[in-house]
Each structure stands twice: as C-alpha cells, then as structure tokens.
C-alpha cells in the first residue's frame, strides 16, 4: 500500500501517517509513504514510481484538481484524503474531507465574538483547502456585516517561508485586532513575531489544533481536523473494497 502526501512537515499529517502504518499492519500490508511538497510533478513521479513496485492501492493528498488521475492511475485502487482529486474523478473515487468553509467560518466568527473588529488572513498556498477556508473566513465576515478588505488578507507560499513577516504586516502595519492563520504551521510561525512583538491583545484562531496550545499564555481559536484514526478507518475501509463511500465531517 502506498500513501502520497503533500507536506510530511505538518502535524495532521504527521499523525495521518503514523496511523495509516498501524491500520495498514493490522491488515498484513506496509505502506511506502512519499512526499510530493505540493508539487504536482513530484506527485506524478512518486505515483509511477509506487506502480513499479507493485503496490496494493494508494491514499493520496492530492497537490493539483488539474491532474488526471485516471490516466496516471489506471486500474490501481486509490482512496484521496483532505481535498477532491478534481472533475470527474471526485465521483469515481471515494474522498474523505474536512468541511475546511465551515470550520473557517465559525473560527472567524469566535473571533468577531470576542471583540475583533479587524481581522487579517494569512491564507495557506494549498490550491484546495486554503481557498475553502478563505471562503470561510469570507462568510464570517459577511454574516457579521464586515467588509472585506483584501489588503489584509496575505498568501503564504507552500513553505511558509514570509508567515512572520505576514504577521508583522497586518498586526503593525494594517492595525489588525484579529489574525486567522489557516493551518498549524502558520499560526506557529505569527505566534513567534507576535511573542517577539508582545502583542498580547491581538485575537487569535486558526485551523487545526495541537496539544500545546492548550499551554499558551495566548488564546488561540481552533478548528480541529476529525480524529485521525476514524480518517484512516475510513480510507483502509475504501481502499479493502468498500467502493462508493463518501464521507464528510466538520
């Protein structure tokens, strides 16, 4: 069996792969896991690279809703997990997702709730889910009647490599009360310049969450990623036969 991500750097995935290993073992496979770092190419060479080693079926991330995965696939089973493969092949292969706009929406929402009035993005370089949890963020916005000042919301590159200086330019530069990070690995990287800034009064939310927020002298907001093994469940479920079941959860 083999298993495509985007980005092994970040903790949902982290903890997708180690679970993935155990639900695989239970059921007498291994997994070959490969890392395509959003980059579609590096995604096709991996596939064709996993078929020459004549493995069982695959779970992908999926880097491009652009990529024909019919015809890269072929026959091989294949079950995609956190965004749609694209056209015709989000009906023929099952996908397990995230409601990413719904989870963006009521973070967002809490924010306003607790007093923000000026609420910046720095919006993930995920072509899928970050353009999802925009929307969200969009929607809060209109349902409180903010307006939406696309001055303050940014676009992180795949790496992350600007969130600090993101931050530092909403916060201090576009008078921001509120900042939605929208993964992990943002709000790790604003965390950092808003400690360096000691902008205590800043409102802060993001999507996903980790044990360690819990221990912030900052509040962070979180939309939480469904439990991990009940993604995998699923995806192992998909991939052993059970075609045709699509699953959603916020």
């Given at each position: 069996m083999?298993?495509?991500f985007?980005?092994?750097r ?8 180690g679970a ?8 007498g496979y291994?997994v070959?896991i490969?890392n395509t770092?959003?980059?579609p190419?590096?995604e096709?060479?991996?596939i064709?690279?996993?078929q020459?080693?004549m ?6 991330a ?6 024909d995965?019919?015809?890269l696939l072929?026959?091989d089973p ?6 749609e493969p ?6 023929d292969?099952d996908t ?13 929402e809490?924010?306003?709730?607790q007093?923000?009035?000026r609420?910046g993005?720095i ?5 899928t889910a970050?353009q ?6 969009l929607?809060a916005l209109q349902a ?6 696309p001055?303050i919301v940014?676009f ?7 969130a600090r ?9 576009q008078a ?9 690995t943002l ?12 902008l ?6 993001a999507?996903d969450?980790?044990?360690?927020f819990?221990?912030?002298s900052?509040?962070?907001?979180t939309a ?17 036969g059970?075609?045709?079941v ?5």
């Open positions: 083999a298993s495509s985007r980005a092994l970040t903790l949902f995935f982290t903890a997708i792969i993935i290993q155990e639900a695989a073992a239970d059921q291994s070959i490969t770092d959003e980059n190419d590096h096709k060479a991996a064709q690279m996993l020459g080693h493995v069982a079926g695959f779970i992908i999926s880097t491009s809703r652009l990529t995965y019919h015809a072929g026959p294949a079950v995609f997990i956190d965004r694209g056209g015709q092949a989000d009906h292969y397990l997702l995230v409601d990413n706009t719904a989870g963006a929406q009521a973070v967002v809490t924010l306003i709730a007093g923000a009035t609420i993005m919006a993930s370089g995920v072509s970050g999802e949890r925009l929307r969200g963020y929607r409180h009647g903010m307006p939406y000042d001055d940014y992180s590159d795949v790496q992350q490599t600007k200086q993101h931050t530092s330019q909403l916060l201090i530069n921001c009360d509120g900042l939605f990070a929208a993964d992990v709000i790790q990287a604003a965390l950092a310049e808003i400690e360096a800034r000691h205590t009064h800043i409102k802060l939310g999507f969450n980790v044990v360690w819990d221990y912030l900052q509040p962070v907001t939480e990623q469904p439990p991990t093994k009940w993604v995998i469940k699923r995806s192992i479920y998909s991939l052993t059970l075609r045709g699509r699953a959603s959860q916020p």
